[in-house]
């Protein structure tokens, strides 16, 4: 047994491939047999992964869920940035340039939505909880941009690490609705074409919210709305600390 | 040869990642800013000029398919490693914030696809490429015979 363990920690990458080909290979059982494949098996493993996620957290008390045990540190490998960004980019080759290039300027007016209107909600629900000062109010609202932007202003603004944990935790806790809430929504917002695919990568922003709630939808919208996702972190990184901080300063004063 | 494919998208992974931190200093910004997304613009150049010149092998399509197919996997890995716990023993002010920033958000993708219903009804997934998302999903069957043969060219 002992030996199990230290096989799977030595060789974690591929015991990640393992663990998450099993997870798939249920997680489509379920959805053919359970759901009558009125659920994605892709949804099903994605809420599958999240589940593991919290059991991981629960166990260790660390931050990065299943990876943090270390039979499975290797997900914490396949799931990272690296590995995510370049399937992201592999997704890419199935873009119909046209549709794209089209869609652009409303990928782009898209972005800029999706970044006042969620910080703006995050300063408000913020604001209703107690908070006064711009430093809080404008980290808190960052985090409803994306944890991503949240880290980054917060840290960038001078927030307490109590302050920025929060700011994450809204950003996170976005992603998991975002991941978990798309395929549910997508009928009735019209996810169903590249455009609105665009836009909707560009409102939502959460690349991982955007990418793993695509996913679950329809795999053909998925690189529409990644290619403009990652572009919303970067332009929330820039005016989260600036414009935004400013504006909120202004208006609250200190 | 698979590994072309797997280098032409590395090299625009790298292309992209330089240009996004290059961007990022340029606007003092401590991120990168669209480094995968103009990635993904060259790897999708690059296929457009090869397709064009007929050197789009098969081997060079089977190296970045199998990255494709690999994405819902990576994102299954990636939900697995985030902080569940915490956030779902976060207090209501996180609750809040995060329903009310996707809530608002998803009413205006809504209220955008209205509008937009025009431009958008038309659209079929171009046929030269894969259909139905096949090269995310998988392949349904047993892969093309032409898979093995690394030398014949695609045809137009």
């Keep these: 047994m002992s030996y199990l363990a230290g096989l799977l920690k030595t060789e974690s990458l591929i015991t990640a491939f393992a663990l998450v080909g099993v997870v798939m290979f249920l997680s489509h059982l379920a959805s053919k047999y359970l759901t009558r494949g009125r659920v994605h098996g892709s949804a099903i ?21 299943l990876a ?12 990272s940035n690296l590995f995510r960004d370049f399937a992201i980019v592999a997704t890419a080759f199935e873009v119909d340039v046209a549709q794209a290039k089209r869609a652009g300027l409303l990928g782009a007016f898209a972005i800029v939505i999706g970044t006042a209107l969620p910080f703006t909600m995050g300063v408000m629900v913020a604001r209703a909880y107690g908070f ?8 808190i609202g960052a985090g409803a941009i994306t944890y991503i932007v949240g880290g980054v202003t917060g840290t960038a603004i001078g927030a307490s690490s109590t302050l920025l944990a929060l700011s994450i935790g809204v950003g996170v806790f976005k992603a998991i609705l975002v991941m978990v809430g798309t395929p549910i929504a997508a009928k009735y917002i019209g996810l169903d074409n590249p455009r609105s695919a665009m836009a909707y990568g560009g409102l939502m922003g959460t690349v991982s919210g955007v990418t793993g709630g695509l996913a679950a939808t329809d795999p053909k919208l998925v690189p529409y709305g990644a290619l403009v996702a990652t572009f919303h972190t970067g332009f929330g990184c820039l005016v989260g600390p600036s414009i935004l901080f400013f504006t909120v300063r202004f208006l609250v004063g200190g | 040869m698979t590994i072309y494919g797997v280098a032409i998208m590395a090299i625009a992974a790298l292309l992209g990642t330089a240009l996004g931190d290059i961007l990022g200093q340029a606007v003092h910004v401590k991120a990168n800013v669209g480094g995968v997304g103009f990635a993904m613009i060259f790897l999708v150049t690059a296929r457009v000029w090869l397709e064009k010149r007929g050197a789009l092998t098969p081997g060079i399509k089977l190296g970045v398919e199998f990255w494709a197919t690999m994405y819902i996997p990576v994102i299954v890995a990636m939900a697995a490693d985030l902080n569940v716990f915490s956030a779902s023993k976060s207090g209501p002010m996180v609750l809040m914030a995060g329903a009310a920033s996707v809530l608002s958000c998803a009413i205006v993708v809504a209220i955008i696809s209205r509008l937009d219903k025009g431009n958008s009804a038309k659209w079929e997934p171009p046929p030269d490429v894969f259909i139905d998302g096949a090269a995310i999903n998988g392949p349904s069957g047993p892969l093309p015979d032409d898979v093995a043969s690394d030398q014949t060219p695609r045809t137009p």
Excluded: C, E, Q, Y
């Design chain 1, 45 to 65: 493993a994605i809420v599958a992964g999240l589940g593991l996620a919290w059991w991981g957290g629960r166990v260790t008390h660390g931050n990065n869920g």
């Design chain 1, 68 to 79: 943090d045990v270390p039979m499975f540190a290797g997900v914490g490998l396949m799931g």
């Design chain 1, 132 to 139: 006064t000062d711009a430093v809080s109010l404008t980290t």
